[in-house]
């Protein structure tokens, strides 16, 4: 028999990841606007007022928020998560926040019993969309067996990594590489424009050379549309950086191309890019005209 399933954090990522569980299980939903929970009532959801009710009513509880902030907010106090769980409830985590929090959080859920995974994504918000995403999951083997058939409906790779904290943790390193990535494709292909160099001659050359990458193919489109909305925004990219220098300085571990990312970034965010998308880094130059 399938176990009773809550979602918590119905924002760009989690709605459609709810809703492909949704598809398959019966799932209560909380969402601090409710608005969007009560979109995945009208297709059979079960609407919860409070995390605490999610809890209450749920035996494996799904999580995406956007931040350490964010997750304390429905984990502790009277209407949080945590006030309501028990013995043999999971609290799967597919935020991304701190390998700290994770860990604190972690050791309380299971004074009371129940047990807690770190489930952290990526492929964003088309990956969401259509059930591709990547999961990296922090949790002991025999748990990781009872989620891992709920995940495989929201992600086309899932992995376990280790025990609790380890999804975070290379979520963290994923997440600042691929920041890292970014900013140089930005950079390269602002440069290549700078010198005459077309976009179709950049795109045909770094995305089949040694240049290529994801974040290459991203910038090249975002350029040849001029749209920047937001898919993932500078601000939680600047968030993941803040994270990854977290982590580094936590293990005393020098991250100096880490450390100028960050630094630039957080200026970016600062000229008033932080509600855009991610690869308008590509407009920190001024525009040049023929």
């Known amino acids: 028999m399938a176990e ?6 119905l924002g760009i990522m989690g709605y ?18 409710v608005e969007k929970a009560k979109q995945l009532a009208a297709k059979g959801a079960q609407l919860a007022y409070s995390p605490r009710q999610v809890a209450e009513a749920s035996e494996i509880i799904f999580v995406m928020v956007s931040d350490d902030h964010a997750l304390k907010s429905v984990m502790e106090g009277g209407d949080g998560v945590i006030s309501a769980i028990g013995p043999d409830q999971i609290i799967v985590d597919h935020s991304t926040v701190s390998v700290s929090l994770t860990e604190i959080l972690g050791a309380t859920v299971a004074a009371k019993g129940a047990r807690w995974c770190d489930a952290p994504v990526t492929g964003g918000d088309v990956g ?14 025999e748990i990781y067996r009872r989620i891992e058939p709920y995940l495989t409906l929201m992600g086309k790779l899932v992995l376990h990594v280790g025990p609790t904290g380890k999804g ?24 290549g424009l700078e010198a005459g160099l077309s976009l179709d001659a950049l795109e045909a050359v770094m995305t089949h050379g040694s240049a290529q990458s994801f974040e290459v193919t991203k910038i090249v489109d ?12 500078v601000a939680n990219r600047l968030k993941d950086l803040d994270l990854a220098l977290a982590l580094a300085d936590n293990l005393g571990f020098s991250a100096p191309l880490g450390a100028a990312a960050q630094s630039l970034f957080a200026a970016h965010k600062a ?4 509600s855009e998308d991610e690869s308008s880094y590509v407009l920190r130059w001024p525009e040049f005209h023929d």
């Open 168 to 191: 975070q943790a290379l979520k963290v390193v994923s997440n600042l590489v691929s920041a890292m990535n970014l900013m140089a494709a930005a950079e390269g292909i602002r440069l």
């Open 222 to 233: 975002r350029v040849r549309r001029q749209d920047f909305n937001p898919g993932f925004s």
């Open 128 to 141: 969401a969309k259509n059930a591709t995403l990547t999961i990296m999951v922090g949790a002991d083997p």
């Open 271 to 274: 000229l008033g890019f932080q």
């Open 4 to 9: 009773r399933l809550g979602f918590i954090g």
């Open 16 to 33: 459609p990841m709810a809703a492909h569980l949704l598809e398959h299980h019966p799932v209560t939903v909380y969402n601090r606007s």
